[in-house]
């Protein structure tokens, strides 16, 4: 679950005031506004990376307002992917478990897994210059995925993606999601893409939040059957 309540976010002169919204537990909200509207500043501060003036950031039933990101069970996937080019994709994926000390064996399983799950089993010794679009953004969801968190938060995961592989990666991403039953929030302006991810919608704009209806949902069963 993910609950804001009353929340107030400074970023230079930018504001957001009075954010309150719940997306309940094992659900896929979609939040939706205009470039520069708040959205990232949002995720930021939900995961950590951005100090909250006032309010309340309830996670899975705890008030995770003051503390550190590496406490909060998120995964997130940033809009720059933000892959190590050095880095192999099975060490992208095995990362977040290295440095949290889990034992090799433990992170090869996992890594194969993940994989598997993501459709990168035959990419493990590639390096992300040798990705496609779609592919680097499998790599980015598995880094996030590693360590099984309780929430997935992507800011606009699929906005730089073709139309053929964005279909591609949404069927993914309820798929994963399907699977896993983790709690997710993901930022797009793309309102054909909030309708086929989302259970709940949120708009954000003019540093105010609305709810926007869901899509109707067979759509999605058929996609995550």
Not at 8 to 19: K, N, P, S
Not at 59 to 67: E, F, I, N, Q, S
Not at 143 to 150: G, I, M, N, V
Request: neutral net charge; contains cysteine.
């Amino acid at each position: 679950m993910i609950r804001l309540h009353q929340l107030q976010v400074r970023a230079g002169a930018f504001q957001l005031a009075e954010i309150s919204l719940e997306i309940h537990t094992g659900q896929y909200g979609v939040l939706m506004g205009q470039t520069g509207s708040g959205k990232t500043t949002l995720l930021e501060a939900i995961c950590g990376l951005r100090r909250v003036t006032s309010g309340c950031i309830e996670l899975m039933g705890r008030d995770v307002t003051h503390l550190p990101p590496a406490d909060r069970g998120i995964g997130y996937v940033p809009q720059d992917r933000a892959l190590f080019q050095t880095m192999t994709v099975r060490e992208h994926l095995g990362f977040a478990l290295f440095i949290r000390r889990w034992e090799p064996a433990a992170i090869a399983a996992r890594v194969d897994e993940l994989a598997r799950m993501l459709g990168l089993t035959a990419l493990l010794a590639r390096k992300p210059a040798g990705l496609s679009g779609g592919e680097a953004q499998r790599v980015a969801l598995g880094r996030a995925l590693a360590s099984r968190p309780s929430l997935l938060l992507l800011d606009e995961p699929l906005s730089a993606l073709d139309e053929d592989t964005r279909e591609e990666m949404q069927n993914l991403l309820l798929s994963v999601q399907h699977q896993t039953g983790v709690t997710a929030l993901h930022v797009t302006h793309n309102r054909d893409e909030a309708a086929r991810l989302g259970d709940t919608v949120f708009q954000l704009a003019r540093g105010q939040i609305g709810h926007a209806p869901a899509r109707p949902t067979p759509p999605r069963d058929a996609a995550a059957g």
